[in-house]
């Protein structure tokens, strides 16, 4: 299996709008995740885990190569959640076509989650009714350096800070804390206003 970033952005895009069309993650994306490729994300994951520092138990969804866990207190309980199987501790989910599974988990982290679902509203409002905490990132459009061609990097969804807050607001969700990750992306600390 070629490695997404691998293909020349033609057929990134092209794999994308099928999936799209389809109505399906891409799994392609994720089968052949490079450690490499995932390295970048430490300053995300390290980020994160700052906001869920009062947090007995993680779970984290779209769990990649587990950047989060090494940033986590070694007390922290934390459950990986990936559309592939990861190691053997893996809940494979797939959030575009199942309800979040039960974890047991105080809080959630959706890094570099939102951007692949065709339905974030729904999965955020499953999510607000299991956990009290939602730490999650997304590459917002309004960003100083955000993509022009977002389906380059198989996304599916469009949208600005205001869009986002939004979205967390009609979820159920309040946000407590934020901060930029870089010039693309933000980090938000969120408690549920639904009941749990």
Request: hydrophobic share 40%.
């Amino acid at each position: 299996m070629i490695p997404f970033y691998d293909l020349s952005l033609t057929d990134r895009v092209a794999l994308t709008e099928t999936a799209f069309r389809e109505k399906r993650t891409l799994i392609e994306r994720w089968r052949a995740l490079e450690p490499s490729e995932a390295q970048p994300w430490n300053r995300r994951a390290a980020k994160a885990a700052e906001f869920l520092q009062d947090q007995p138990s993680v779970a984290d969804f779209g769990c990649g190569t587990m950047n989060l866990e090494h940033h986590l207190r070694p007390d922290q309980i934390y459950v990986p959640l990936d559309v592939v199987a990861r190691d053997d501790r893996t809940l494979v989910c797939d959030l575009n076509l199942q309800p979040p599974p039960e974890t047991g988990a105080t809080a959630a982290a959706f890094l570099g989650v939102l951007e692949y679902l065709f339905d974030p509203p729904g999965v955020l409002q499953e999510i607000a009714r299991r956990y009290r905490v939602l730490v999650v990132s997304y590459c917002i459009t309004d960003a100083p350096n955000a993509p022009t061609d977002r389906r380059q990097h198989a996304w599916v969804n469009d949208f600005s800070e205001a869009d986002i807050l939004n979205l967390f607001e009609r979820s159920g969700w309040r946000p407590e804390q934020s901060g930029m990750i870089d010039q693309m992306q933000k980090l938000w600390r969120l408690t549920t206003t639904a009941a749990v």
